[in-house]
């Protein structure tokens, strides 16, 4: 019997980009284990879905830089000056958000995940990492447990968080694919099933007022629009966001389960698009707008898959 899935590995300096090929659809996904876990890549019969390094140069300026396929956690998107309190004690988190003077994107995007298993009859690669009070700014021990599946049009991540530290801990997570736009974003069709978004002040922090948006509640082009919003998704949608590619003819849903908002981004270049799915709002320690209070022992489960039609 032909195996349907295939497993390669390229070395680049001290990382690994580890894929998964289902060879009979001609669909694959990379992962970059020592950083993060991050997803690096995403194709499907030769179209590259999401932006990919494929050189060291390119894992410096996407991957580390510009946080390609970055996991995001304990927290994803910013805390407004990398503090928060809890019973009454304030932590201070690194601050490598040096333009707003935030803490970004979490503690883990650039740690060595283990890769645990990986199952080549079944397209499934599982990675964990036992953050263990890696930083002062979060002195608390979790347990990060992702499981990458690969299907014939589809690919999907559950992430399970146990919280292993003798107290109750606020968590979050998420995920920063960026999507390839051939031809430019502003060609590309975007739909988000949103019922508001959060204002931000000039240091990127939400200000505590929403607002309603429905410019792309139906499917319309991105055009001129400027992305960098975080934006709460409708309950009981049927998926969180939905991307037409015209160049290429594809319609890309994302479907989450246990990732209430989405975060849209778009670079200064215009060649890509970040849809974020995340637990929380920025600085979600500090406004507790998504923040999980995770009890000693207590595990709780996310689901993030991209399906290509």
């Known amino acids: 019997m032909q195996q349907k899935f295939k497993l390669s590995t390229v070395q680049l300096g001290d990382?690994?980009?580890?894929?998964?090929?289902?060879?009979?659809?001609?669909?694959?996904?990379?992962?970059?284990p020592e950083l993060g876990g991050s997803l690096n890549a995403f194709t499907l019969k030769g179209q590259e879905i999401l932006v990919a390094a494929t050189t060291l140069k390119e894992i410096e300026n996407l991957t580390i830089d510009a946080f390609a396929g970055a996991q995001l956690f304990p927290y994803p998107n910013r805390i407004k000056n990398g503090k928060y309190t809890i019973g009454g004690k304030t932590y201070q988190l690194p601050k490598n958000d040096t333009t707003y003077n935030n803490s970004l994107h979490g503690l883990t995007y650039n740690k060595a995940f283990q890769v645990t298993s990986i199952d080549e009859d079944n397209g499934i690669i599982n990675l964990k990492y036992e953050y263990n009070c890696d930083d002062r700014g979060y002195p608390f021990h979790v347990m990060i447990e992702n499981s990458f599946q690969l299907s014939e049009n589809s690919l999907s991540i559950t992430t399970t968080l146990e919280n292993k530290s003798n107290q109750t801990i606020p968590i979050g997570h998420g995920w920063h694919p960026y999507f390839k736009m051939d031809g430019g974003v502003d060609n590309a069709f975007?739909?988000?099933?949103?019922t508001e978004h959060y204002s931000?002040?000039?240091?990127?922090i939400p200000t505590g007022k929403t607002a309603d948006y429905d410019l792309f509640s139906k499917s319309s082009k991105i055009a001129a629009t400027k992305f960098d919003h975080c934006f709460k998704i409708?309950?009981?949608?049927?998926?969180?966001?939905?991307?037409?590619?015209?160049?290429?003819d594809l319609t890309i849903s994302l479907l989450t389960e246990g990732y209430p908002f989405l975060q849209v981004y778009i670079p200064p270049q215009r060649d890509s698009i970040a849809l974020?799915?995340?637990?929380?709002?920025?600085d979600a320690f500090n406004n507790k707008i998504g923040a999980i209070d995770l009890k000693p022992n207590q595990k709780v489960s996310f689901k993030f898959e991209i399906v290509v039609d």
């Open 15 to 32: 990382y690994t980009i580890l894929q998964l090929c289902h060879t009979e659809y001609d669909i694959s996904f990379s992962i970059i």
């Open 190 to 194: 975007l739909q988000i099933p949103t």
């Open 200 to 204: 931000l002040d000039e240091h990127m």
């Open 234 to 248: 409708k309950d009981n949608s049927v998926f969180t966001a939905q991307l037409i590619n015209p160049t290429k």
């Open 276 to 282: 974020e799915p995340q637990t929380s709002i920025p």
